[in-house]
């Protein structure tokens, strides 16, 4: 066996060896050994002239044929085949041979891969340096050359079942469907015509949602856009605008209308504030007062509504938090209080917010504030002296 493929047989031999769980008490055997009383019982054995050299080989020798043997053990129970398999295939180069759905898989990819990749370069407009620059394509030529480089033993562990066609077939039609344009994932989805579940409604807009904010923000860097990319932006809802943001979403009606029917609810309500965001800009409310507190409201009922699946209801807390702080404590540019007293405006929209969500979470929030003002002739509210940022986290702990 030469060096290169004893090298691989002692890698997979490591591999099974991490994965074995120990019962193995070292530490009662190091107090063991500490112990004074033990001590004085092996003295008292070495005056007995027993041979301990040829004992200690013997327990060596046993301990040693125990490890390999739970070894063996371990590799009949997680790998019963797969490993042994592995080891008869290594060949003189350390390699393992790949089974035939493997291979196919490889092939498939590096004939299909490039064309797909370039099919949506185009649909784009952007040169394939631009196209390369796009987060989401960098992630998934990133797979693409994992699951196709050379070292086969890289293939093994990037995929689980690598002899198992069906999984492979799985993994084919996700990589290549990580390079669809949401207004693909958008076809593809009405096309099906299926009532999708809250699980795969939150998948959907996961991946969804993460595409349309990298184009958005990818372009809106741009300095300039020619009228081609212009066109392919407004086929992904994505339209040029004067505001600060430079490129705006908007799902168009049709759109909107076909995907209530087959996605959970709760898509409705992210698809939303994708829209609209963002909500505040260097410290103020990029809407009006009443336009900012219907949003707010809005959130107030999607966040203690939808699952956690969601990867953006992190984020939806966060712009409760901003959105919230502005509307009660006030911007540099819309203070709260004019000659001493809250701004009448303020007031009006406070208590209609009171009124509107008394088992909300704003109303748990707001509504003391709000007596305690009434209370003051609107003049004073310790509770709304010490709401801070982290009050408002406090509470959507449990969303």
């Known amino acids: 066996m030469d060096d290169k493929k004893l090298e691989v047989r002692l890698e997979l031999l ?23 009383k033990s001590a004085s019982q092996m003295i008292s054995a070495q005056k007995k002239n027993i041979n301990w050299q040829r004992v200690t080989a013997w327990i060596v020798s046993a301990a040693a044929i125990l490890v390999f043997g739970l070894i063996g053990a371990s590799f009949q129970v997680e790998k019963p085949s797969s490993i042994a398999t592995q080891l008869e295939n290594i060949d003189g180069e350390g390699k393992v041979q790949l089974a035939d759905a493997s291979q196919e898989f490889i092939n498939r990819l590096k004939n299909n891969y490039s064309k797909e990749r370039e099919k949506r370069r185009e649909m784009l407009h952007l040169t394939e340096e631009e196209f390369s620059e796009l987060p989401y394509i960098q992630q998934t030529d990133a797979l693409y050359i994992r699951y196709t480089e050379e070292s086969s ?44 579940s809250d699980e795969d409604t939150a998948e959907f807009f996961n991946a969804y949602s993460s595409k349309v904010k990298e184009l958005r923000e990818y372009f809106g860097k741009k300095d300039k856009m020619t009228d081609e ?8 809802n994505l339209f ?25 609810p709760s898509f409705v309500g992210y698809n939303y504030i994708l829209e609209k965001e ?40 966060l712009y409760y938090t901003e959105i919230f702080y502005a509307v009660v404590k006030g911007t ?28 909300s979470n704003i109303f748990i929030l707001l509504n003391p504030i709000v007596n305690e003002f009434e209370n003051s002739g609107w003049t004073n509210s310790d509770s709304w002296d010490a709401l801070d940022y982290g009050d408002i986290d406090d509470s959507l702990r449990y969303w």
């Open 332 to 359: 540099k540019e819309k203070p709260v209080f004019i000659s001493g007293a809250v701004n009448k405006e303020y007031q009006d929209i406070w208590k209609d917010i009171v009124s509107e969500s008394n088992s």
């Open 278 to 317: 963002p909500f505040t800009y260097g410290g103020e409310l990029t809407y009006s007062l009443n336009d900012s507190v219907a949003i707010l409201m809005h959130l107030d009922m999607l966040l203690g509504n939808s699952s956690d699946l969601y990867i953006d209801k992190s984020l939806l807390k």
């Open 14 to 36: 490591k591999d099974s060896y991490e994965r074995l769980p120990t019962s193995l008490n070292t530490s009662h055997i190091l107090k063991e050994i500490e112990n004074p």
């Open 229 to 236: 990319q212009l066109a392919a932006l407004k086929k992904e």
């Open 240 to 264: 040029q605008s004067s505001e600060e943001t430079k490129i705006k979403y908007k799902m168009n009606e049709e759109q909107l209308s076909v995907l209530k029917n087959i996605l959970a």
């Open 153 to 196: 033993f890289s293939l093994y562990y990037s995929v689980p079942s690598f002899s198992d066609s069906e999984s492979l077939n799985i993994r084919y039609d996700e990589l290549i469907h990580s390079l669809y344009l949401p207004s693909e994932m958008i076809q593809e989805v009405k096309s099906k015509g299926q009532k999708v």
